[in-house]
Structures are given as C-alpha cells and as structure tokens.
C-alpha cells in the first residue's frame, strides 16, 4: 500500500446536530456521507489543514477546540490516517464551495445515513460524552452504590459503568434494575457489568463494560438485543487495546494512567505511554487512574475520549 494519507476532518455542531456533507460522485468514495475535511498540504499541521479545507469547501473561518479521535483505516487503495477535531466556533454561515450536499443532521439521526466505511469510532466518539463514572465499592451495600450513582448523576456525568464488584448473581441484578430505572429518568447511559442473571435487565441498559479478562476471554463482540448498545473494555496496554478493536468492542478505557490511591502498587503508565497506546488505536478511549476535572483538557490532547474515574471526580 502506498503511503499513509493524513486527512484533517472537523465536528461543527450547533445544539443536537452536526454539519455533514455527501462525497461527490466521481470521487474517492463518492456518494458516501462524511465530515467536511481533507488532506494535508505539505508541512500542515491538523489545524492549519483544517483551517484551509474549511474554507475552500464551506467558506467559513475556524476555531478548532481539541482534538476528537485520531484513527487510521485501511482502504483498498489507500490508508488514511484521520485527525478529527471538534471546532469551537466558526465564522459565516458553511456553504457548499464545490458542489456538495451539506446537511445538519441531528446526532441521533446519524445512523440514517451511509457513511464512510473508516467513520464509525468517529460516530461513537461523537456520542459519547468526556466523563465517564464507574460505580464501585468494596462495600457489598446496595444503598452505598445508588448513592454513588447519584453523586455521578448530580455531578453531570451522564455515562456511567454500574461495577458494584463485591455483588454477585441476583443482588447485582437488583441493584442493577434500580439504577436502570434512576439512570432512564436522568438521562444517563448505564452500562453493566457481564455478570450472571443480568439477562432481563440487558435490554434496558445502554450496554456492557467488560473487564480486561473477559475482553481477552471473548472471541467476538456480545452480541445485545435492543437499539444502540455499547460494549465498552477495560484495557491496560497494547495488545488488550488491539484486540478490543479486533472484535469491535465500542470504546475503551486505558489505566492506570496516573498512580492512584485506590491501586498503590501498580506502576502507572505516565502520559506518553498513554499517549502512544491510544494513536495505536482507532477506538475512543477513555483516560482512567488518578483523573481530576482539570485534567480532562490536557487529556483531549494526549489523545483521549475523556477521563474516567472510580466514585467521582472529587480528590480522592
Ligand atoms: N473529508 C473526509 N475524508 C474522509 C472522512 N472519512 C474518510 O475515510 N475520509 C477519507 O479521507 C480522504 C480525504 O479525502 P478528501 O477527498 O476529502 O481530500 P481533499 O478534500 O483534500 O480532496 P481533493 O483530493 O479533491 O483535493 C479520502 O480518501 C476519504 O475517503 C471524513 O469523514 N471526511
Ligand atoms: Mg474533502
């Protein structure tokens, strides 16, 4: 295959919807829906590239925010490596400058359309918020752990892995239907654990988090019943995170990336290893281990979905 393609893509959004365009007919890939962008002139960096691309395509000026996702994709042809940036503001209104459909489709209309084959964790990362809580506890007490999940939901965390590791069999399961039913009032995405009996409620929740065992354990992707569902993974280096890929588990959480209070002895993997991990992975991943709300912007840049934390975003 020649040589890597690096293509600037930028996420306007204005309230629940993004700007999409359809690929010009007679084009690589034409007739398929994607995100205004497009390749690196010369030296460029991701956001003079992008800068440039908006312009001749939409005619708007560009603030970029941070960076979104960065992932490569083999096409028959061609690879591509994509830096998708989300753009914080922008001047003038986007046009069409070369012809193409552009549209504001609502986020959750997305699926409704064909995009490029390579944009898929780009969807994912779209949806997904930048914090994610985990629900945990050495105490075995229901009351405890819904009271955590509620200190998540009162801190605006809205994705949310219901853990609860002391509890097994039919108490997970109730627990579980409770906070399913907290968690649909609020507004909040529950993910459960892959535990025994957690059947009837499955369908309920937004999806799975599998522990990094029982992503190694599991040949392909579980399959879930009902619309929309994630399986996310925990990971902890490069061969858990490539297999999550593999199989096509949705997104994934990478630690210890800080030392933390909860983990003494376990060595953390620092940033830059963070770092190199994830431009290895084309999936959303989540920073976990030591994270404090100001750490979420420096992550973004290390290439992060977001952070995650056990309990909350409090010191711990
Ligand atoms: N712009 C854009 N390109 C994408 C996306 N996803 C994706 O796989 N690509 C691929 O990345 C490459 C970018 O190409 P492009 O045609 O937009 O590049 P360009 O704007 O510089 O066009 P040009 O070659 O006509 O000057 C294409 O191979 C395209 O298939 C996406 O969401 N947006
Ligand atoms: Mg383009």
Request: glycine fraction near 10%.
């Amino acid at each position: 295959m020649g040589i890597d393609l690096h293509v600037a893509v930028g996420i306007l959004q204005q309230g629940d919807e993004v700007l999409i365009t359809r690929r010009l007919r007679g084009s690589h890939m034409g007739g398929y829906w994607e995100f205004p962008g497009g390749k690196f002139d010369g030296s460029e960096t991701a956001p003079e590239a992008l800068a440039r691309e908006l312009r001749e395509e939409l005619g708007i000026g560009i603030e970029p925010a941070f960076p979104l996702i960065r992932l490569k994709y083999d096409y028959p042809d061609r690879r591509v490596i994509l830096h998708v940036w989300r753009i914080a503001r922008f001047i003038s209104t986007p046009r069409s400058c070369e012809g193409q459909t552009l549209r504001w489709a609502p986020i959750a209309d997305l699926d409704n359309y064909t995009f490029l084959p390579a944009n898929k964790p780009i969807l994912t990362s779209i949806r997904l918020p930048d914090r994610y809580g985990f629900v945990d506890d050495e105490s075995r007490d229901p009351e405890i752990l819904f009271r955590q999940l509620q200190a998540l939901v009162g801190q605006g965390i809205r994705l949310v892995r219901l853990r609860a590791s002391g509890l097994t069999g039919a108490d997970y399961r109730a627990l579980a239907e409770r906070c399913v039913d907290y968690c649909a009032e609020n507004g909040v995405a529950l993910l459960l654990a892959d535990v025994a009996d957690t059947g009837s409620v499955l369908p309920e929740a937004a999806g799975l988090h599998l522990t990094a065992r029982q992503l190694m354990m599991a040949g392909k992707r579980p399959l879930l019943t009902g619309a929309q569902k994630w399986v996310a993974a925990s990971c902890h280096n490069g061969m858990e995170l490539g297999h999550a890929e593999r199989i096509g588990i949705d997104f994934a959480v990478l630690s210890p990336v800080l030392p933390t209070a909860t983990h003494p002895g376990m060595s953390a993997l620092g940033w830059e290893r963070f770092s190199a991990l994830v431009e290895g992975c084309s999936l959303p991943v989540f920073a976990l281990g030591g994270m404090m709300p100001e750490n979420l912007h420096f992550a973004k840049f290390q290439g992060a979905q977001g952070i995650a934390a056990i309990r909350g975003f409090f010191a711990q």
